[in-house]
């Protein structure tokens, strides 16, 4: 099993940066792609952006509404993964959830989710 926990969000204002964290513990040698979901009221949860294959060099995906905005990167000596979100907007307001893809067996492990609020 993968266990995550995230730290990091918190109240921004709109322009501003925050840095989001994710520690990965278990079974972290199984891990596929690992990377940030995140879920606004009354919407759906959708991808933010996600790093490939954990240990060894990997890819990197983000939604279109973040790219050139956010960062998403990974420490594999700590498995880690940070996602640097800079010129937040009001919109980008949601919980972040953390999450990892296990092949085999196959299933997501996710994290408690964070809060991030970004004001106009």
């Known amino acids: 099993q993968v266990q995550l926990v995230e730290s990091g969000g918190g109240l921004v204002q709109a322009g501003g940066s925050l840095r989001l964290s994710c520690a990965a513990s278990g079974s972290t040698s199984s891990i596929n792609s690992i990377g940030w979901h995140r879920q606004a009221p009354g919407k759906e949860r959708e991808l933010v952006a996600l790093v490939t294959r954990m240990g060894s060099t990997g890819s990197t995906h983000y939604a279109d509404s973040v790219k050139g905005r956010f960062i998403v990167s990974r420490d594999n000596a700590k498995n880690t993964v940070d996602l640097q979100m800079n010129s937040l907007m009001p919109e980008d307001t949601a919980v972040y959830y953390c999450?990892?893809?296990?092949?085999?067996?196959?299933?997501?492990?996710w994290g408690q989710g964070t809060q991030v609020t970004v004001s106009s």
């Open positions: 999450y990892a893809q296990i092949l085999t067996p196959p299933y997501t492990s």
